[in-house]
């Protein structure tokens, strides 16, 4: 069963929340309304395939207090500047200050979910991408120094003799380091084993 993604609506304006509360209800997301800066701060915020949609303009914290707050205590949380306020100055710093986007509130509600959609799906295709190089990492950290020296030159597509000749060892012994890390690296061809050396470089 596929999770469905999560939005925490930060907005003072309670007709606003319940509009845009209705909105995502519709697209099927799981719907999270906070009216006040300090309670959602302080909630238990699931990180996992969410968003946040944030106004700027409220009491005791603003938009940009919250952006920091969540850049300390939830890096790489997705935040959409949701505002009919904002001026480029301060659109400018909502960004430099990690918001995804800004979206103005004369948004059309298609547009309001293709962007938040649009956001998770960014933010779990970073978190799978760091997953693979943190794997391939663990991987590679398993070569000696000698099968490294290999496994990068295979990777450059150096055959074995030349490997040989490079390394100043016998051919016999470039495939002997070669059938190791095939199998340390759990690779079965030279295009696997690329992948992987290349993926841990990152």
Known sequence: MTTPSKVYLVDDDKLILETLARIFNESQFSVHTFSDTRAFLNSDI????????????????????????????HPGLPVLIYSGKADVITAVKAMEDGAVTLIQKSATP??????????????????????????????VAQLTERELDVAKLVSEGYSASEIAEMLYISHRTVEAHKSNIFSKLDVHSVASLTRVVLQAQR
């Open 46 to 73: 699931d990180t996992h395939n969410a968003c946040v949609i944030l106004d700027l303009n409220m009491p005791y914290h603003t938009g940009l207090d919250v952006l920091a707050a969540l850049k300390q205590s």
């Open 110 to 139: 298609e547009r309001l979910i293709r962007k938040a959609q649009e956001a998770i799906d960014q933010r779990k295709s970073l978190l799978q991408e760091l997953d693979k190089t943190r794997k391939a990492k663990m991987l």
